[in-house]
């Protein structure tokens, strides 16, 4: 399949000045008609007249009404046009129903709704499916189905027909639909300039007392793009769909944002307080996008980050106001290491912006998203808090209504700033994490720091230039007290030094002339590693007085991280420092709870895996499940009775809030419950299960019991209990796989796809499954190969179905070779396996090649 080339971009040679549509909806024969307005853009080079088109069926088409006959590919059509404007029509055919990519027009529990970013609208009408081509859209669906929605305000309507204007000029990514038997839970909200704006949102039956979180989250998000962007919403009405079967979190569609299902409904009694907050931030980023990404779009899907990156930076910033900033900076920050480290130092790395693609729904990934945040955060922090916001409303005064670059984007920063940011541009540009090694000279006086960076060569781009890193440090004196405050250094050159009078800054303060303690990187000012080895004595110093909430969290952890590697490699491993500094937090009255968590929670296998492979030394995920246990069991037999007061502490009485405030002593509340089980072998878990409030308790307490190897009555209680519930269940199927000891999870998971709830045509349950087998480390790497063999069956049968899923599920394997030469050998195997296949999707096949490279 052809690689599609940024620098190849050219403009579409027509503008599409009003787009006009008309459904007649059918599971399996819907037609469309379109009849778009067209005209010649001034200045562009003669070019064929293409538009795109998948899995259509043609039935007629006409230009200026006259009938003509395109020729047509499996690809689109092409056609000959008059000179100037014209109009073009087309009837086409599809089938809903038979739709189960989730891409296009397709059905869902006989709900019909629409999924067209990146390229899915060529698969309801041919038309210029890019996203600089922008047009007003008008709307007209006929279908018995009681609810008829699309983009923009409703028109006129009437048994069996509804019409939609849409007066914003979008691409035909944003375009929705939505059809079925859907009851709405609505609200207003009155925009600061006094626009009343209906809000709803559309469930199935049954569903509706499951909605009043998604609305509070909507309307703080209305409120806080006012305040903090002066952004306002646009339109009469604001309509958010739940929908069961959607192949990722939600779609910002003008006016009509279509959800997961999970990512909406929630209650106390069905979700968690993680489901609550990931609600809240999702609802929010969808929103968001109604500035970042609707009404300035991207030029290419080169350009993804443009908006992606932006409304994540936006999204991150929102949770910080309404909950803990700190901890949610933790939470970022592990995520980034956790995930995103991995994908830029294995070999699906890619720049934020990449240069090419087969597959663009293959780059909807946490590079382009999280990585693409991280660089929109340190943009922020190089031009400061006031060049920032100026730099937006330029940036959406300059570019409302147009389809842009990063260029575009950069050069507000550039002119409000008189900034050159073309080094900084290199964020966008070159794939793989930094390094930032530090050495440290002390002269009795004087601490001398000298900064190194460096990026490791990553697929095609074997050359790396020095970037623009905003690197926070801070000093710290031996007795604790902050010698210097927070401080950002501006890295550029490859290697630089910076010299601190530390004598004269402990001087000011009273304090003896004594070597300081540097903090690097704090609050994860720069997307980077560290490469500055801490001392036990100094991790543990780092936990006890950092001023920065990250740093100390971050010293907890490489405590962690140094004891795991040790036991997992079978060295001496020392826990002492680690010990006293994790009760030491938590004794801690001044900390917040949440925070507390954080601490307490042991690096994940895969964090080992890494820091091992880094070291050169292949990881081996059993011995890494094996020290994680033992630690555990040893937190439990050290910190048992502190872990008891902690636990009985966090209670929250009462109602069930799903504030911050009571969510963190929940989570602080169950991560000392899992520990306390090592001891009691499940007895507090048991009666917690049994006594449970709400599903954030009864889940923690399920997990708690199953990670001890108990909980087979609880966990067959609790299916009986929301067997009929697919959102509960999808958690029930989770958490088994998740919690399975590693020769049985490959067992676990078979079964489990055996079980009459589980189908392939759900990708919130097929993710339930395989997507916690690969969450499992230790099970999905047995050495019996048993759960490659499943994975890679797994992702075949769905790849008939639905290719989108299967690509991203395949990521998977993107570590095999951090791996010994027979685990090598074994998932490479596999892949081979995968790349044979006969009729492999593009979406696959295109992962799986970059994957054996
Ligand atoms: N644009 C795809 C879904 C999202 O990032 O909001
Ligand atoms: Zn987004």
Redesign the pocket.
């Known amino acids: 399949p052809a690689q599609i080339h940024l620098r190849d971009y050219t403009p579409w040679p027509w503008e599409v000045t009003r787009t006009e549509l008309t459904f007649r909806l059918d599971p399996d024969a819907t037609r469309v008609t379109s009849r778009l307005s067209l005209r010649p853009r001034p200045g562009a080079a003669p070019a064929p007249f293409f538009l795109h088109g998948e899995e259509l069926a043609l039935l007629s088409a006409r230009i200026d009404g006259i009938p003509v006959s395109p020729s047509v590919t499996p690809e689109g059509l092409t056609c000959a046009v008059p000179d100037g404007p014209f109009t073009f029509e087309a009837e086409v055919e599809i089938a809903p129903a038979a739709n189960t990519a989730l891409e296009g027009l397709y059905m869902s529990n006989g709900v019909y709704a629409t999924q067209c970013?990146a390229e899915g609208f060529r698969r309801i009408t041919y038309y210029p499916d890019r996203p600089d081509v922008l047009a007003p859209f008008d709307v007209r669906i006929e279908s018995d189905a009681p609810v008829l929605l699309s983009n923009g305000n409703p028109g006129a309507s009437g048994p069996g027909w509804a019409e939609w204007h849409d007066p914003w000029p979008k691409p035909a990514y944003l375009f929705a639909l939505v059809a079925g038997d859907l009851r709405a839970v609505r609200d207003r909200f009155t925009t600061r300039s006094g626009r009343a704006v209906d809000l709803a949102i559309w469930v199935r039956p049954g569903d509706e007392d499951r909605c009043a979180w998604a609305l509070e989250s909507l309307k703080a998000s209305m409120r806080w793009d006012e305040e903090r962007y002066g952004r306002e919403y646009d339109l009469d009405i604001f309509n958010i769909v739940a929908v069961d079967d959607f192949n990722?979190?939600?779609?910002?569609n003008k006016g009509l944002n279509i959800f997961n299902s999970a990512l909406v409904l929630a209650s106390p009694d069905t979700a968690t307080d993680s489901d609550y907050e990931r609600i809240e931030s999702v609802i929010a980023?969808?929103y968001f996008?109604n500035w970042t990404?609707n009404r300035v779009t991207c030029r290419d899907w080169f350009q993804l980050c443009l908006?992606?990156g932006l409304?994540v930076f936006r999204d991150q910033e929102f949770t910080k106001d309404l909950r803990s900033a700190p901890v949610k900076r933790i939470e970022d920050a592990s995520l980034m290491r956790a995930r995103q480290f991995r994908e830029d130092g294995g070999p699906l790395a890619h720049p934020v912006r990449p240069e090419s693609f087969v597959e663009i729904n293959n780059f909807?990934t946490i590079t382009v998203?999280e990585k693409g945040a991280e660089v929109v955060g340190m943009l922020k922090r190089l031009v400061g808090d006031d060049a920032w916001r100026r730099g937006c409303d330029l940036h959406f005064d300059r570019h409302d209504g147009q389809a842009v670059t990063i260029e575009d984007w950069l050069s507000v920063f550039e002119e409000v700033t008189a900034r050159d940011l073309a080094q900084f541009k290199r964020w966008y540009s070159q794939a793989g994490t930094p390094r930032v090694s530090v050495s440290e000279e002390w002269d009795g006086t004087h601490l001398t720091l000298t900064f190194r960076q460096s990026t490791p060569p990553t697929p095609g781009q074997p050359e790396k230039a020095p970037l623009v890193i905003p690197f926070a440090i801070g000093l710290l004196h031996p007795s604790g007290a902050e010698l210097l405050p927070t401080t950002v250094i501006e890295l550029t050159a490859t290697t630089e030094t910076r010299r601190f009078d530390a004598a004269a800054l402990a001087a000011a303060k009273g304090l003896d002339t004594a070597r300081p303690v540097a903090s690097l990187n704090r609050d994860f000012s720069a997307p980077v590693i560290v490469d500055r080895p801490r001392t036990t004595e100094e991790n543990a110093f780092l936990l006890a007085h950092d001023t920065d909430p990250f740093l100390r969290w971050d010293a907890g952890r490489d405590l962690a991280r140094a004891v795991l590697c040790d036991r997992a490699t079978g060295a001496a491993a020392d826990d002492g420092a680690y010990l006293d500094g994790l009760a030491a937090v938590l004794e801690d009255p001044a900390l917040d709870p949440a925070f507390k968590a954080q601490v307490l929670a042991l690096p994940s296998e895969d964090d080992i895996a890494q820091t091992l492979a880094d070291r050169g030394l292949p990881p081996e995920p059993l011995e890494i499940r094996a020290a994680g246990e033992t630690q555990r069991d040893r937190i439990a037999a050290r910190l048992g009775d502190l872990l008891a007061r902690t636990h009985d502490a966090s209670a929250t009485p009462g109602p069930y809030r799903p504030d911050a405030a009571s969510a963190g002593r929940r989570a602080l509340a169950g991560a000392s419950l899992a520990l306390l089980s090592r001891r009691d072998g499940g007895a507090l878990a048991r009666a917690e299960f049994a006594a449970a409030p709400d599903m954030t308790r009864s889940l923690a307490a399920l997990s708690a019991l199953l990670s001890v190897g108990a909980g087979a009555a609880e966990l067959a209680a609790f299916e009986a209990r929301w067997r009929h519930d697919r959102l509960v269940m999808d958690k029930w199927f989770a958490l088994q796989v998740v919690r399975a000891a590693p020769a049985e999870a490959a067992a676990t998971a078979r079964r489990l796809i055996g079980h009459p709830l589980f189908t392939w045509t759900t990708p919130n349950r097929v993710r339930s499954v395989m997507g916690s087998l690969a969450g499992n480390a230790a099970g999905f790497h047995h050495p019996s190969g048993a759960a490659y063999d499943l994975y890679t069956e797994g992702l075949l049968t769905l790849d008939a179905r639905n290719p989108q899923t299967a690509a991203r599920l395949s990521t998977a394997f993107e570590t095999w070779r951090r791996y010994a030469p027979d685990r090598q050998a074994a998932i490479r195997h596999r892949l081979d396996r995968i790349a044979a296949t006969p009729g492999l999707s593009r979406d696959l096949g295109e992962m799986v090649g970059r994957m054996l490279g």
């Open positions: 970013e990722a979190g939600a779609m910002e980023h969808e996008h990404g908006k992606e409304t909807y998203y």
